[in-house]
């Protein structure tokens, strides 16, 4: 695909395969849109005029490579990003979840740095629930679990630092991580995907909710079909699986 071609917004099948074969990313997944942008990004900063160029750039060049698959899975977060959206954990999710007796699991699908788990945890905290947390977090890149460790071993709350764990996962590869989850926090995750990916993710994620749990997606997000997946609605981009 050359530069110019580039400039529509869909991208040629067997460039795809080839930079998904490089960059070990599930670019099939992902909308033709944001991977044209990329794409179009990536040949002005490595300098190279295709996409079977870039490939081979990518292929010789791990820092190449490393920013191709960073602009691929964009890993912007932060510390209780969209604020109102864990003033509703604290206020209204969480409480019906920390009445019921029993471990309370959390994983948060796509999570970046850790930033969001770990605020999920601070607000476990204040509500005096975090003893029975499990907390999970999970990303496509390895360096984003990396940086979720290396931020972990800094935590100054002992009690929290030892209750989380973190793993890459693939969240379009289909299987969730073991057993059933009270609370799944998958936020600004699924907007560059393409529609049928999104399905995928909303079945993946209704199928890992415990009865009783709730999903929380991003302020811009929604589920295709929630009736369809078993949940019902439990607060602005909220559902819950009826216990
Ligand atoms: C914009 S960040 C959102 C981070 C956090 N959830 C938040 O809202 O602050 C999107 C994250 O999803 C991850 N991601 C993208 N595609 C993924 C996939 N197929 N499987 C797992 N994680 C993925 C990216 O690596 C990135 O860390």
Not at 137 to 157: H, I, Y
Not at 222 to 242: E, K, M, N
Request: glycine residues 8%; aromatic residues 4%; hydrophobic residues 45%.
């Amino acid at each position: 695909m050359s530069t110019q071609q580039l400039a529509a917004t869909t991208v040629v099948e067997a460039d795809r395969a080839a930079l998904a074969r490089v960059s070990a990313l599930p670019l099939d997944g992902f909308r033709d849109e944001h991977l044209a942008t990329q794409l179009r990004r990536a040949l002005a900063s490595e300098g190279v005029a295709d996409a079977g160029a870039l490939a081979r750039r990518l292929a010789a060049d791990p820092t190449a490579l490393r920013r191709f698959r960073r602009s691929i899975a964009v890993s912007v977060t932060g510390p209780f990003r969209d604020p109102h959206q864990f003033d509703l954990l604290e206020r209204e999710l969480l409480p019906p979840l920390l009445a019921r007796p029993g471990r309370l699991r959390v994983w948060s699908a796509g999570c970046s740095d850790g930033s969001e788990l770990i605020s999920a945890g601070r607000v476990l905290s204040r509500l005096g629930g975090l003893e029975r947390a499990q907390l999970l977090g999970s990303d496509l890149l390895e360096e984003n679990v990396e940086r979720a460790r290396a931020g972990t071993a800094e935590l100054p709350e002992a009690e929290l630092r030892l209750r989380l764990r973190w793993e890459r996962r693939d969240l379009l590869a289909g299987a969730a991580p073991g057993g059933s989850w009270q609370l799944i926090l998958c936020r600004n995750v699924a907007i560059y995907f393409t529609a049928a990916a999104r399905e995928r993710l909303d079945a993946l994620l209704a199928a890992a909710l415990a009865p009783g749990g709730v999903l929380l997606l991003g302020r811009a997000e929604r589920l295709r079909d929630a009736a369809a997946l078993g949940l019902v609605p439990a607060g602005p981009h909220a559902y819950r699986r009826p216990a």
